[in-house]
């Protein structure tokens, strides 16, 4: 059996929770690695926002919250928001000695003695009385099920694999979801696509001017 760490906390993930959780750790008196330790299975800081599309720069971001003790300030909004939030992050790992650990893959969780659970990762095993779940939904987005979706001879993306509008290029594309996401995909497809469809479950309620058709290529 591998050897096995002890710490009070271990925190899985290091996007905005996870980077959040540790800060406030520090704040109470826990010391990394010999408190607490941050595992994050990314091969770089960013949480998710490192995988976000190119064409997503940070002026089109629905807003991000700062992360606590660190505002994000002068960020250019030209600059893709993956690059802009990751270096965002990198910089407030060094500034409060995070000391993160990447890339790592938590494999499980099981109930350990002593009133312990033992965390079990590619990097070996932590016995931690308590453990932070932090790793958001970007690795495992949900799919809702549609019927003839076997069927279907087109491609079918979820906004975790969208690779950006020029994809698209002369398609007929179906957007479906009024957020954030779906409302940013389908003003920058609409140049480029044969034709769109945006599909919602509930009437959108848009600003006057919201969208607007902007020249393609």
Do not use: C
């Not at 490192?50 to 960020?75: C, N």
């Not at 992050?89 to 938590?106: G, H, Q, T």
């Amino acid at each position: 059996m591998n050897h096995v760490r002890e710490v009070e906390v271990v925190v899985v993930g290091a996007g905005q929770a996870g980077l959040s959780s540790a800060y406030h750790l520090r704040r109470t008196g826990f010391e990394p690695d010999r408190d607490f330790v941050v595992l994050d299975h990314s091969p770089r800081p960013g949480g998710a926002w490192q995988f976000r599309w190119p064409s997503l720069t940070y002026g089109k971001v629905h807003g991000m919250h700062a992360l606590p003790g660190m505002e994000l300030t002068d960020a250019d909004p030209l600059r893709p928001s993956a690059e802009v939030i990751g270096a965002y992050f990198d910089r407030y790992e060094r500034m409060f000695d995070l000391r993160v650990r990447r890339p790592v893959d938590v494999r499980a969780v099981r109930e350990g003695s002593g009133g312990r659970l033992l965390v079990e990762s590619s990097h070996g095993t932590w016995a931690t009385r308590a453990l932070i779940n932090a790793t958001g939904t970007w690795d495992r987005p949900f799919r809702p099920r549609y019927p003839g979706q076997e069927t279907f001879r087109g491609r079918q993306l979820h906004t975790a694999q969208y690779p950006g509008p020029q994809a698209f290029a002369g398609l007929r594309v179906v957007v479906v979801g009024g957020g954030a996401s779906g409302t940013q995909h389908l003003l920058e497809i609409a140049p480029y696509a044969a034709a769109t469809t945006w599909v919602t479950r509930r009437a959108a309620r848009l600003a006057e001017g919201a969208l607007r058709r902007e020249r393609g290529p």
